[in-house]
């Protein structure tokens, strides 16, 4: 146990070192020296760690008393995970992973230096995309083609950039053995737990229920708008024609807000938030020269996370804080686990926690929205949003599976097949002609197709779960919290199966699953359609 300590305390500071370095170059995209240290990181230490860590796998798998270790079942995620990485590992894809990663990062830089100009003042691309929510269709037709052209100026430099990643990482699943990146990828993100197959019964079940639903919430969006059809600048707007709510006017009230909420589910998580707050853990606003997207990011050894988001003061920027404080709140809960391997967990667990916070939390808003109207209409456009999640996630990871599946394809090739698979997943919600570009290189904006490929579906089967949650919430609130700490504490000393039990959930992805779940969604919003 003693020699386990140690490997954990070792590659715990190193995995802060690291995460520092990616902190500070996705806060500052322009800043040379952030720039350089975290390529110094991922070009000469980290192959490095990759060759050490395989050297401890390697002595791990080999030790006298792993039979006596593997019949203790807390430490099977911590064998099985030792086992993989040491099946995976190959000396030529140390340094392709490390080019890699570079060219990820690349994808970063293009996309933090989108912006466009509103008069005299320049707008990062999520301060531009608020102007979709307002009344004004005019005016949201011509923030939406601006958006576009902007995205579309570089369509280009980002298909070829994909097209260099899918070549590379093909080649890495080669050398390892595999006959494609997909195959490849299931392993080395450790799905112990589920298989490719479970995840094209996973869209089925989707496209099956979620997509009608999703249909559904579209009609009801025409009615509350007036409309026979929807553009796609007519799908951020409330759907009942009200303004845009604005839960907080600047960062500092994002925060304070955000504790006092979290207060209010249970003190312990504004305890966290305030710890962050302390330590300058928070970097919220949007601006130029800032990486797209939200994340909350562990720090090993201070035990203290990181959330970084890009904030225009709008209620997508409060879910999201929520969101990624479920993250932080993780964290601090999972400190207490000895080994760094239990609290680093798979995100099928990860995302149960942040997404669940959301809805956990939403008896709760009123402490952004103090306005009764504005507050039932921030609830209903984020059960919304959740439903019109699920088509789009599957969407993303269907997408991947076909890419992998043929590397060899052209970007012709890619767009429409994305485009085909989009008309399956999203069928009648929205009118794209001529808008066809738009929708060609719709899948450029989602970041996780070029930085971290096949991590994506993770957030439906968190979804759903979160949703089961909710449910649970709406019976007895008091034993669904308790069920959800227990479930956070226990890191990944159990199985993704395991932990959803603790929660009071089911880790299920079956048509009859989604069924009873989306008919509490369904009750649920044409309730407080009525209140």
């Not at 050398?175 to 080395?188: C, H, K, V």
């Not at 929205?369 to 059960?383: F, G, P, T, V, Y």
Request: with cysteine; aromatic share 12%.
């Amino acid at each position: 146990m003693r020699w386990l300590k140690d490997k954990s305390e070792l590659l715990s500071a190193v995995n802060e070192e690291g995460s520092w370095r990616y902190i500070r170059f996705t806060c500052h995209t322009d800043n040379n020296g952030y720039i350089t240290a975290f390529n110094n990181f991922i070009t000469e230490i980290e192959p490095e760690c990759e060759r050490f860590i395989n050297r401890l796998n390697n002595k791990f798998l080999k030790n006298q008393y792993l039979t006596e270790l593997k019949k203790n079942h807390r430490y099977i995620n911590l064998i099985r995970k030792a086992e993989m990485e040491a099946k995976l590992f190959r000396e030529e894809n140390v340094l392709l992973f490390t080019e890699i990663q570079k060219l990820e990062k690349e994808y970063n830089r293009i996309c933090g230096d989108m912006t466009i100009m509103d008069g005299e003042k320049e707008l990062t691309l999520q301060q531009a995309t608020n102007f979709l929510k307002k009344n004004d269709r005019a005016l949201r037709q011509n923030f939406y083609e601006r958006i576009s052209k902007r995205r579309l100026q570089d369509k280009d430099q980002l298909d070829e950039l994909f097209s260099k990643l899918i070549r590379m990482r093909h080649q890495m699943a080669l050398n390892a053995g595999y006959s494609n990146f997909r195959n490849f990828s299931f392993d080395l993100l450790e799905r112990f737990d589920y298989t490719i197959a479970d995840c094209h019964q996973f869209h089925n079940s989707i496209q099956r229920v979620m997509c009608p639903l999703n249909a559904w919430f579209a009609e009801k969006r025409k009615q509350g708008l007036k409309l026979t059809i929807l553009k796609p600048w007519d799908l951020l707007v409330d759907a009942r024609g009200m303004e845009p709510v604005i839960p907080f006017n600047n960062t500092n009230e994002l925060i304070e807000k955000s504790i006092n909420c979290f207060d209010a589910v249970n003190p312990y998580f504004a305890v966290c938030l305030n710890i962050m707050n302390e330590s300058k853990h928070l970097d919220l606003e949007s601006r130029k020269a800032k990486a797209p997207g939200g994340y909350n990011c562990p720090l090993d050894e201070t035990g203290i996370p990181f959330i970084f988001m890009n904030s225009a003061s709008s209620f997508r920027d409060m879910i999201t804080m929520l969101h990624e404080g479920g993250h932080a709140v993780h964290s601090f809960a999972m400190n207490e686990l000895e080994l760094r391997e239990f609290r680093h967990v798979p995100s099928e667990i990860a995302e149960l926690a942040s997404m669940g916070m959301e809805l956990l939390s939403m008896n709760q808003w009123n402490a952004f929205i103090q306005n009764s109207e504005q507050l039932r209409q921030a609830k209903l456009q984020h059960l919304e949003q959740i439903i019109s999640l699920f088509p789009w996630i599957s969407l993303v990871d269907k997408f991947q599976h076909w890419v992998y599946e043929n590397p060899f394809h052209s970007p012709k090739e890619r767009g429409e097949t994305w485009k085909k698979m989009f008309e399956i997943f999203h069928p009648d919600i929205a009118d794209w002609s001529g808008y066809e570009d738009d929708l060609t290189f719709m899948w450029q904006k989602q970041n996780h197709i070029f930085t971290s490929p096949f991590y994506y579906i993770e957030y439906a089967f968190a979804q759903l779960g979160a949703l089961a949650l909710w449910k649970n919430n709406c019976i007895n609130p008091n034993k669904t919290l308790q069920n959800y700490l227990d479930a956070l504490k226990l890191g990944f000393t159990k199985s993704i199966p395991e932990v959803y039990d603790t929660a009071g959930i089911k880790f299920d992805f079956t048509e009859k699953y989604l069924l009873d779940v989306c008919d509490f969604v369904k009750k649920e919003f044409n309730e407080l359609l009525k209140s």
